[in-house]
């Protein structure tokens, strides 16, 4: 009876939904109808097969080789050890029978990157007893056999490195991933930056099938009901300037947000694995315009969300003052880099005079201009207005990395240009042109090898001479 009763697991009471009772059995049958209807009623919750065709699959006690490394993953981790501690308590064991969990390897950081620093998901995994294996590649490995027994399940969240076909189907049931956004839109690394950077008023999370040809592309089982988990506006926030700041007097909305999107991927990947998703065949949970054209491979319709780059951060690449202010309170400081002349003096001669007989300077050779390009930190950025009443113009020469991502020297697709700046109402700040017409107010400016200061004097250092 008590097998019937828990309909988390999977192995008893669907199973037994689905055999022939035999006579003496005939008075379960209405136990089983209202365990089926409780189940199809939490289907509601979730955005998935319909409840009236569905039907619970059967699914041996999952193996699973779990795959992760941030703090992300470690919210899927922490619900799998959560239900396998639970179905061990029980008599048959439960939903899950052992976890493996797979890591990159420490990372050497710190000045003269002499400290390993373990993922997150490393000391996590210690903490609950599990088995580690670390992998920067998994050419030339094949997976644990916990108690003899082959893996079963793969789980890969926020892991980085690519399951090769090979392990998925060695895996009876392949493997899932957890996703934070609705897929397909958002495919990629960095699916919660990009979801602020567009714009996005909500999201959500999409637990899918690994596909064996590429990141994102496997079999969506559920998502988060429509319209998903609000995404804040930070500019109406109070504080919270920049990335990883405080915001309100608490956690930075983006840290807010990654908690929440974390927490629902782990409460439905459990949900996915006690409904039986994982076992095929498998059932999108797509509507059919968007089922259709991921089957097809065709993502032309929806944004991506690629891994942020230093080259995502250059003030001059953002057209817009309200996406460059939201841009530096998602991924940080944003930087450009600017022309600088300097005006240097030649050497006097020896015996502290120039020609013979002339006093001190005078023999010195002519000034002459030295242009440099240095890197420029802006802070405290916020959209504004241009100044109503007459100010002083000046510009600054930008020069702008049209190769995202190269950081090196001076490639030979930089571009110049000039760029206008006003001072701002507080006589302090400085108001600053971009692209489409609209005026950013930057608070300070960080000039490389110098301090934070008041963005006008510094702008006024950089000012291009009049030509």
């Known amino acids: 009876m008590l097998l019937v009763i828990n309909r988390g697991r999977l192995a008893s009471s669907a199973c037994l939904s689905q055999a022939k009772l035999r006579p003496g059995e005939a008075l379960l049958r209405p136990l089983q109808r209202r365990v089926a209807s409780a189940s199809t009623d939490s289907i509601r919750s979730y955005s998935n097969s319909s409840p009236s065709s569905w039907q619970r699959p059967c699914s041996d006690p999952l193996r699973i080789l779990f795959c992760g490394s941030d703090h992300f993953s470690c919210a899927s ?8 501690r639970q179905g061990s308590d029980q008599d048959g064991g439960g939903l899950i029978r052992s976890i493996d969990v797979v890591v990159r390897p420490a990372k050497p950081t710190g000045r003269g990157y002499k400290v390993l620093r373990e993922v997150p998901l490393r000391i996590l995994a210690d903490e609950l007893g599990f088995p580690v294996h670390e992998r920067d590649t998994f050419r030339g490995w094949d997976m644990p056999r916990p108690d003899g027994d082959p893996i079963n399940l793969i789980i890969a969240v926020s892991f980085g490195l690519f399951v090769p076909p090979r392990l998925i189907h060695a895996a009876k049931y392949g493997g899932l991933n957890v996703h934070p956004s609705f897929l397909p839109d958002l495919r990629g690394p960095a699916p919660i930056h990009h979801a602020f950077l567009l714009g996005r008023p909500h999201t959500g999370v999409t637990i899918q099938t690994l596909s064996p040809a590429s990141f994102d592309a496997g079999v969506p089982l559920m998502q988060t009901p429509r319209p998903g988990i609000p995404v804040p506006d930070l500019l109406d926030l ?3 300037n920049q990335a990883g700041g405080e915001g309100g007097g608490g956690a930075h909305p983006f840290e807010t947000l990654h908690n929440q999107l974390a927490a629902e991927g782990a409460r439905m990947l459990v949900e996915t694995l006690k409904r039986g998703l994982h076992v095929p065949p498998y059932r999108s949970c797509l509507p059919g315009a968007d089922e259709q054209n991921r089957a097809r491979g065709d993502f032309r319709s929806y944004a991506h969300a690629p891994k942020i780059t230093p080259a995502d951060k250059q003030l001059p690449l953002v057209r817009l003052a309200r996406a460059a202010a939201v841009r530096s309170r998602v991924l940080g400081p944003l930087w450009a880099r600017a022309r600088v002349r300097k005006e240097a003096r030649g050497k006097k001669k020896k015996g502290g005079q120039g020609r013979e007989g002339a006093p001190d300077g005078e023999g010195a050779r002519p000034s002459s201009a030295v242009v440099e390009t240095k890197r420029v930190i802006f802070e405290d950025l916020e959209p ?6 007459p100010a002083k113009e000046g510009r600054v020469r930008w020069v702008v990395q049209k190769r995202p991502g190269s950081e090196g020297g001076e490639a030979a697709c930089d571009e110049e240009y000039l760029g206008r700046y006003l001072p701002g109402p507080d006589k302090t700040s400085a108001l600053v042109q971009l692209h ?15 301090t934070s200061q008041p963005a006008l004097s510094v702008l006024e250092s950089l000012r291009a001479p009049e030509e």
Do not use: F, Q
């Not at 981790?77 to 396998?84: D, G, I, M, P, T």
């Not at 489409?436 to 110098?450: A, T």
């Open 77 to 84: 981790l922490r619900a799998l050890h959560k239900e396998l």
């Open 238 to 240: 109070p504080g919270g």
């Open 384 to 389: 504004a207005a241009p100044r109503p009443e």
């Open 436 to 450: 489409d017409g609209s005026w950013l107010r930057v608070g300070r400016i960080k000039v490389e090898g110098s």
